[in-house]
């Protein structure tokens, strides 16, 4: 019989998810607030650890478990691979709750093999391979019975541990996998090379320090991503994170301004400043300066994450999913408006300065600037890979300039 599922953060348990589908809950533990405190954000900025919870906050407990799994055909084929329906929240983390974002482990005490002894399984260049050409089939490169992995989103990706001298393994009954790969697109062939120049160019303006770069695995071209919420410290390899869904509230494509309202940069930023500090919400507008210089239309809240150290300290996670996709085929709108404004084309500085001081930042006329010319010239030293779209360091350094020039970035 299938009963409560156990919730461990940094290996303590906090608590239990009680219920089915319909009606579950997060049921606090008495170790969590004794290691954590009581009211502590560790968790959640949303879900606060309490000795019992209150009925009014169950909506938004039961919405940041359920934002641990991902959307589309990708959640679809792990619940017809875990033959459960793809509706089952409870169900889902049942059978892949253990290697999920953040320093969260999800298990259920009374399924067979549980507690898991997590171990690898070493792969060479073709096993990678396999791997990335069957990502349609076994989402997340999670192993028939073992594979215990979620992670959200709809883009297709497979999850393995890097060991120290460069090999890549497979992460069996709930080892920490280190690094995302998302193989090649048929569709957008470029798209893993744009990625990698955006991320680069993150890292060269202090917006990230996780390493990426794009890989052959025996004829199979990926970018490989390194985990920012991964480490061999505290947490058994695992650092907490949520991300501005969670925060907000917000479930799948609510994570776009447009389909409910549920979310805005204003809104996180407040949330972010209030539950922690004015720092995060000064970096949070040098990633969205970035994101409009750079022509990334999908950050969404989904993309924008902070990172719950074992402290209780709260900071903002390193810019992830930066990919410059003006040169597609798409709309041109931004997934979050920017001081009233949905078109990436219609974008000026000052839009970004505006939107800025409407989180309450005294500093957003000096720190719009300062990242554009940190931008500027990260883009004239870094050159992107020979498979990159064509056009992109072109399009940026115009989007760029006529940001710096007062005119609209298109």
Same mark, same amino acid.
């Given at each position: 019989?299938?009963?409560?599922?156990?919730?461990?953060?940094?290996?303590?348990?906090?608590?239990?998810?009680?219920?089915?589908?319909?009606?579950?809950?997060?049921?606090?533990?008495?170790?969590?607030?004794?290691?954590?405190?009581?009211?502590?954000?560790?968790?959640?900025?949303?879900?606060?650890?309490?000795?019992?919870?209150?009925?009014?906050?169950?909506?938004?407990?039961?919405?940041?478990?359920?934002?641990?799994?991902?959307?589309? %055909?990708?959640?679809?084929?792990?619940?017809?691979?875990?033959?459960?329906?793809? %509706?089952?929240?409870?169900?889902?983390?049942? %059978?892949?709750?253990?290697?999920?974002?953040?320093?969260?482990?999800?298990?259920?005490?009374?399924?067979?093999?549980?507690?898991?002894?997590?171990?690898?399984?070493?792969?060479?260049?073709?096993?990678?391979?396999?791997?990335?050409?069957?990502?349609?089939?076994?989402?997340?490169?999670?192993?028939?019975?073992?594979?215990?992995?979620?992670?959200?989103?709809?883009?297709?990706?497979?999850?393995?541990?890097?060991?120290?001298?460069?090999?890549?393994?497979?992460?069996?009954?709930?080892?920490?996998?280190?690094?995302?790969?998302?193989?090649?697109?048929?569709?957008?062939?470029?798209? @893993?090379?744009?990625?990698?120049?955006?991320?680069?160019?993150?890292?060269?303006?202090?917006?990230?320090?996780?390493?990426?770069?794009?890989?052959?695995?025996?004829?199979?071209?990926?970018?490989?991503?390194?985990?920012?919420?991964?480490?061999?410290?505290?947490?058994?390899?695992?650092? %907490?994170?949520?991300?501005?869904?969670?925060?907000?509230?917000?479930?799948?494509?609510?994570?776009?301004?447009?389909?409910?309202?549920?979310?805005?940069?204003?809104?996180?930023?407040?949330?972010?400043?209030?539950?922690?500090?004015?720092?995060?919400?000064?970096?949070?507008?040098?990633?969205?300066?970035?994101?409009?210089?750079?022509?990334?239309?999908?950050?969404?809240?989904?993309?924008?994450?902070?990172?719950?150290?074992?402290?209780?300290?709260?900071?903002?996670?390193?810019?992830?999913?930066?990919?410059?996709?003006?040169?597609?085929?798409?709309?041109?709108?931004?997934?979050?408006?920017?001081?009233?404004?949905?078109?990436?084309?219609?974008?000026?500085?000052?839009?970004? @300065?505006?939107?800025?001081?409407?989180?309450?930042?005294?500093?957003?006329?000096? @720190?719009?600037?300062?990242?554009?010319?940190?931008?500027?010239?990260?883009?004239?030293?870094?050159?992107?890979?020979?498979?990159?779209?064509?056009?992109?360091?072109?399009?940026?350094?115009?989007?760029?300039?006529?940001?710096?020039?007062?005119?609209?970035?298109?």
């Amino acid at each position: 019989m299938m009963g409560d599922l156990v919730v461990e953060l940094y290996g303590t348990r906090i608590g239990v998810l009680r219920g089915d589908w319909r009606n579950f809950d997060f049921v606090p533990d008495r170790a969590g607030v004794a290691r954590f405190g009581l009211g502590s954000n560790v968790l959640s900025l949303s879900v606060p650890l309490l000795i019992r919870s209150t009925r009014s906050g169950a909506s938004l407990r039961r919405n940041f478990f359920s934002e641990l799994l991902p959307e589309g %055909h990708m959640r679809a084929r792990l619940a017809r691979n875990a033959s459960v329906p793809d %509706h089952d929240v409870i169900a889902l983390l049942r %059978h892949y709750g253990r290697d999920v974002a953040g320093a969260l482990q999800i298990w259920d005490p009374n399924m067979p093999g549980e507690p898991r002894e997590p171990r690898m399984e070493q792969l060479d260049d073709a096993g990678v391979a396999a791997m990335l050409a069957q990502v349609t089939d076994e989402p997340l490169g999670n192993k028939p019975g073992s594979g215990k992995t979620s992670l959200a989103g709809v883009q297709d990706k497979i999850v393995l541990a890097r060991s120290a001298n460069g090999v890549w393994n497979r992460v069996v009954d709930g080892a920490p996998s280190t690094h995302i790969l998302k193989p090649q697109s048929s569709r957008f062939s470029t798209m @893993i090379f744009d990625e990698e120049y955006g991320a680069r160019l993150c890292r060269k303006v202090g917006l990230a320090e996780n390493d990426t770069w794009v890989d052959n695995f025996d004829g199979i071209f990926a970018v490989v991503i390194e985990r920012y919420d991964r480490t061999p410290g505290d947490g058994q390899g695992r650092i %907490h994170q949520e991300d501005g869904n969670q925060i907000l509230g917000a479930a799948g494509d609510e994570k776009y301004q447009r389909i409910s309202g549920k979310v805005s940069l204003r809104r996180l930023a407040h949330t972010l400043a209030s539950a922690c500090d004015t720092e995060m919400i000064e970096q949070l507008l040098r990633y969205l300066a970035v994101a409009v210089a750079i022509g990334n239309l999908d950050m969404h809240t989904k993309n924008i994450s902070v990172l719950h150290l074992a402290d209780g300290a709260c900071i903002l996670a390193p810019a992830y999913d930066m990919v410059p996709q003006r040169h597609f085929s798409n709309d041109g709108e931004l997934a979050l408006a920017v001081h009233g404004k949905y078109q990436h084309s219609a974008i000026t500085a000052d839009d970004l @300065i505006a939107e800025g001081e409407s989180w309450g930042l005294t500093s957003a006329s000096s @720190i719009v600037p300062e990242i554009l010319e940190d931008l500027a010239l990260a883009v004239s030293s870094e050159q992107p890979h020979p498979q990159a779209h064509p056009s992109l360091v072109g399009d940026i350094s115009t989007f760029i300039a006529n940001l710096q020039a007062g005119k609209p970035v298109g």
